[in-house]
């Protein structure tokens, strides 16, 4: 006699909770763009004092070697020469150009959904950096970076959710030729993610090839002006206070595209800059604004990020140190004037000095990210895969960040109050009901709105099942899913007819 079909047990209640309960969150808790500026370094009076000093030394020290051109045109919108020749801006001038920059404008992405505006209070996280070395995926040691690398991690970068847009994180060692390097590096971008990017240029002379690259593959000429989705990374002023003229000609082709500038100030503490605190807030903001006026005496209310980055030099050596409270400090507050000027706002944060993917690397990174963020930057570069004081540059470093800033961004998120966080209703019904909070639809509805869930770089497990589970440490677990990634995600982003036109035109080294 055949046996009767089983009937399909129900799934209990309880089980049904636990399932939920382990699903991924249906929507993000902490995405990235929210508000900054709830930490504040500096007091009114601080900045007032700050801002007054940086305005005296553009009106009485001023810019030394300054390109005729700029020279030329700063003159007839009012500035004027010293004894010593320098180039001075009058106070009126300085806060009239203040007045008639770019408060805010649209970060393009190829790809319209990571667009996203800079300016205000909004936060986004993203790479930058010149590293010159890799830390191997294999080996664990230091070599030296080369294109494959970029283009590994622009591929990389393209697959984080918290990684808003991808600056060249490292150098490709292995290109020689500098028109090749900067062509190269631009593609590697090009071929490797659809959000916003951005690159430097060793000359000016680079910036058209480039342009018109992006403009083969983003449908024909003058494509790339409609969308600017490539910003020029720029360090117009070599401190202490004195213009670099490759970078006003790098300034000068990248406006006439249309090219968003990130104007860099990268002065280091008791080198190039006052080793205080406060004098170097006060001379980094004076050559930032000098790079503001440098820009918009040729094009009023052009679209540049203020890009303050103080960094800090171990007086001890000479040497650059990128992480510490200092670094952290002078960042935020940056950061702080910026945003008081209502200038789009550039810092830096995330630059270890740790050497490997350990303990230093995480107190450092998790420190500055959370310190900066706070301060509100609107764009804050250096903030994945950095390491080794910049010197190099890690692929799981670059993994596990993301993940660190899924936490970051909740603190920045805060807190919401309203009837229903308060939460009335779900304690009287648990009073009266069951007890606890476990399994309530009030529970249910929290964990997929106010909690971050990391993801498998971070261990929750019990001592037994960590150890039945490898006992890997979080360096080791970031190796094993980043070798997956790069296995596995391989976009498209160039279409084969483009990428053959792109390469009858330019030197591509990248197969």
């Known amino acids: 006699m055949a046996s009767k079909p089983r009937k399909r047990s129900k799934i209990r209640p309880r089980e049904a909770m636990h399932a939920k309960r ?49 020279v030329q045109q700063a003159l007839e919108k009012g500035a004027k020469l010293n004894d010593a020749g320098r180039l001075c801006y009058p106070v009126s001038m ?50 030296a970076a080369t294109l494959n690398d970029l283009y590994n991690f622009t591929r990389l970068a393209d697959s984080l959710t918290n990684v ?37 240029f060793t000359l000016g002379s680079t910036v058209d090839p480039v ?27 070599i401190s202490p206070l004195r213009y670099g003229e490759d970078a006003f000609d790098v300034t000068m082709a990248a406006i006439k595209h249309k090219m968003p500038l990130n104007n860099i100030i990268a002065a280091q503490s008791g080198a190039t800059s006052p080793a205080t605190i406060a004098g170097m807030l006060a001379a980094t903001l004076a050559e930032t604004l000098a790079a ?34 200092e670094i952290t400090l002078l960042n935020a507050a940056s950061a702080q004037l910026s945003n008081w000027l209502g200038l789009p706002s550039g810092a830096a944060s995330s630059m270890s000095d740790a050497k490997a993917v350990d303990a230093q690397m995480g107190l450092e ?38 993940e660190m800033l899924s936490q970051v961004y909740r603190v920045l998120r805060g807190i919401e109050v309203n009837e229903e966080t308060l939460g009335y209703a779900a304690i009287e019904e648990a009073v009266y009901g069951e007890g606890h909070f476990l399994g309530s639809q009030h529970t249910m509805d929290a964990m997929q709105r106010d909690y971050f869930w990391p993801s498998n ?39 084969p007819v483009s990428d053959q036109r792109v390469r009858s035109r330019h030197n591509i080294l990248l197969s």
Not at 123 to 134: D, K, M
Not at 296 to 308: A, E
Not at 367 to 378: F, I, K, P, R
Not at 461 to 488: F, S, Y
């Open 365 to 402: 990174k998790a420190m500055s990210s959370l310190g900066v963020g706070l301060a509100g930057a609107n764009m804050i570069y250096e903030s994945s895969g950095m390491m080794a004081s910049l010197l190099g540059v890690s692929f799981e470093a670059m993994l596990i960040d993301d």
């Open 211 to 237: 342009v018109d690259m992006f403009d083969v593959v983003m449908g024909g000429t003058g494509a790339f002006s409609k969308r600017p989705c490539c910003k020029a990374h720029i360090s117009p002023v």
């Open 292 to 325: 503001l006026l440098m820009v918009n005496v040729f094009s009023p209310g052009y679209p540049m990020i203020f890009s303050n980055w103080p960094f800090v030099i171990d007086l001890r050596t000479g040497s650059f140190s990128g992480s510490g409270g």
């Open 164 to 200: 808003s847009w991808f600056t060249r994180c490292c150098v490709a060692t292995d290109v020689e030729d500098i028109t090749d390097l900067d062509i190269n590096t631009a593609y590697a971008l090009l071929k490797g993610t659809a959000k916003p990017v951005g690159t430097s």
């Open 457 to 495: 770089l971070s261990d929750r497990q019990q001592p037994v099942a960590w150890e039945e589970g490898g006992a890997m440490d979080m360096w080791q677990r970031a190796n094993v899913k980043v070798k997956d990634i790069l296995a596995t995600h391989n976009p498209e982003y160039i279409s």
């Open 22 to 70: 382990a699903m991924a969150p249906e929507i993000n808790p902490c995405p990235p763009g929210p508000q900054g500026g709830q930490y504040k370094p500096l007091t009114d009076a601080d900045i007032q004092q700050i801002y007054s000093t940086a305005l005296r030394i553009l009106s009485d020290i001023g810019m030394g070697e300054a390109p005729p051109a700029l």
């Open 94 to 143: 300085v806060e009239d150009t203040i007045a008639g920059a770019c408060k805010r404008f649209v970060f393009f992405g190829r790809d319209s959904k990571y667009d996203f505006e800079v300016g205000g209070d909004s936060v986004h996280f993203g790479t930058g950096g010149a590293a010159v070395q890799t830390l191997d995926v294999e080996t664990h040691r230091y070599r």
